[in-house]
Each structure stands twice: as structure tokens, then as C-alpha cells.
Nanobody, 121 residues
Framework: QVQLVESGGGSVRAGGSLRLSCAAS????????MGWYRQAPGKQRELVAV???????NYADSVKDRFTISRDNAKNTVYLQMNSLKPEDTAVYYC???????????????WGQGTQVTVSS
């Protein structure tokens, strides 16, 4: 009923930039927090950045000052601008959102399918 679809992943050289997008679709009453997680091979999934409906943001220490999360509420879309990419940023990036689906106002957590980001040295 509700789904998240990521786009914008790819392969870049160290120091390059990528912009990830995640669009929520379906019967949505309200989207609360939206965020990005990532998972490298053999490692646990970790939080990258999160943004509330009011625009407050939090970042992992490893990406602070390099990544910027933003959202367009009219488009139900969250973005992750990634600058000064490093090889250690290589991972599958997953969109996450806490959403109140219509018509019942109970919060559910949704995940996107993931998009690959590869950074070469």
C-alpha cells in the first residue's frame, strides 16, 4: 500500500558527489521522520542521517559536514546529497520512513529496496 523507491546510486571516484532520492507513494496520511541507512558487505546496517517533519536533522559522525539530508513534503521525497565521497562510504543505501498510512493514524516503518553506492580510490 505504501512503498519507498530509491534512486541516484552509482559509482564515483573518491572526492566525487552523488545525490540520492527516495519517493514515498501510496495512501499516506502523514510522513513523520525520514532517513537514510547504509549497509556495507559483512557489516551491520547503520544510520546515516535522519530528518523530522519539522526539518530537524541528525547525522552519523562519519558523514557530518559531507552529507546533507533534505525533504520535499509536497513530493513525499527525501534526498541525500553526498559530497567528498570516500571509499568507506561504499554500501547499499536504504531509505527509511515513519509513516501514518491513510486512513488509520498509526505509525508504521517502511523501507526502500536499497540503492548501491560505490566509491573507488
Amino acid at each position: 500500500q505504501v512503498q519507498l523507491v530509491e534512486s541516484g546510486g552509482g559509482s564515483v571516484r573518491a572526492g566525487g558527489s552523488l545525490r540520492l532520492s527516495c519517493a514515498a507513494s501510496g495512501r499516506i496520511f502523514r510522513i513523520n521522520t525520514m532517513g537514510w541507512y547504509r549497509q556495507a558487505p559483512g557489516k551491520q546496517r547503520e544510520l546515516v542521517a535522519v530528518i523530522t517533519s519539522g526539518g530537524s536533522t541528525n547525522y552519523a559522525d562519519s558523514v557530518k559536514d559531507r552529507f546533507t539530508i533534505s525533504r520535499d513534503n509536497a513530493k513525499n521525497t527525501v534526498y541525500l546529497q553526498m559530497n567528498s565521497l570516500k571509499p568507506e562510504d561504499t554500501a547499499v543505501y536504504y531509505c527509511n520512513a515513519k509513516i501514518l498510512p491513510a486512513p488509520v493514524e498509526f505509525e508504521y516503518i517502511y523501507w526502500g529496496q536499497g540503492t548501491q553506492v560505490t566509491v573507488s580510490s
